[in-house]
């Protein structure tokens, strides 16, 4: 099993919907955990931590399930430029450990 | 503040040549990252550091070596370029262990 794993996708969703990612990590062990996003040849950018009770940021909710292994995002009203890829981010012993990325296209 | 800053932006090199990637922040963090990123591919770590004089290999350290004799500078060398080395480089940096990176804008290098 791979120590991060992403849905690679692509998402493709209209405006205004509701999309959900989900990220599982093999490392029980693991402490941090974080999303970012990545628009086309730019540099990974930080969207939002995620806590244990779950955190939200306007449209953007972040949740960890440690007993399944997995954390998600959940991006409501989906907009335009929500179109991008979005990395989890997870780190155990070692350094942050990066998945592959969920692409996601925003259809108007 | 500039944040990380990585130079060049682009660069084109011929097999078996050499080269350095700058990379230099200004946010006193002692914590620095060099990870590629292939198409399709996610970031795959090269090399690390945590503090000035300590260094230590990532997941693909193979043909590439670093230095950190200051906090801000961490440039990455590549010796031997190799056409498997094409790709884009980032560096990152990351005030403690569980803080989250900041990246640079990074570099896209063709080895041909």
């Known amino acids: 099993r791979k120590e991060v794993e992403q849905d690679p996708g692509p998402f493709n969703v209209p405006e205004g919907a509701t999309v959900a990612f989900n990220c599982t990590y093999s490392?029980?062990?693991?402490?941090?955990f974080f999303w970012y996003r990545q628009d086309c040849r730019k540099e990974p950018k930080l969207l939002m931590s995620?806590?244990?009770s779950g955190n939200e940021d306007g449209r953007f909710t972040a949740q960890l399930n440690r007993a399944s292994q997995y954390i998600s995002l959940l991006i409501r009203d989906s907009k335009l430029s929500d179109s991008a890829t979005y990395l989890c981010?997870?780190?155990?012993?070692?350094?942050?450990?990066f998945g592959k990325g969920t692409r996601l296209s925003v259809i108007a | 503040n500039a944040g990380v800053t990585q130079t060049p932006k682009f660069r084109i090199l011929k097999i078996g040549q050499s080269m350095t990637l700058q990379c230099t922040q200004d946010?006193?963090?002692?914590?620095m990252y060099w990870y590629r990123q292939d198409p399709g591919m996610g970031l795959k770590l090269i090399y690390y550091?945590?503090?000035?004089?300590?260094?230590d290999k990532g997941e693909v350290p193979n043909g590439y070596n670093v230095s950190r004799s200051t906090t801000e500078d961490f440039p990455l060398r590549l010796e031997l370029a190799a056409p498997s080395q094409t790709s884009v480089y980032f560096c990152?940096?990351?005030?403690?262990?569980?803080?989250?990176?900041?990246f640079g804008n990074g570099t896209r290098l063709t080895v041909t």
């Open positions: 981010a997870v780190k155990g012993n070692t350094p942050l450990v």
């Open positions: 946010m006193n963090h002692n914590y």
């Open positions: 490392n029980s062990a693991s402490q941090s």
């Open positions: 995620v806590y244990s």
């Open positions: 550091s945590v503090g000035a004089g300590i260094t």
């Open positions: 990152a940096t990351q005030g403690s262990p569980d803080s989250p990176l900041h």
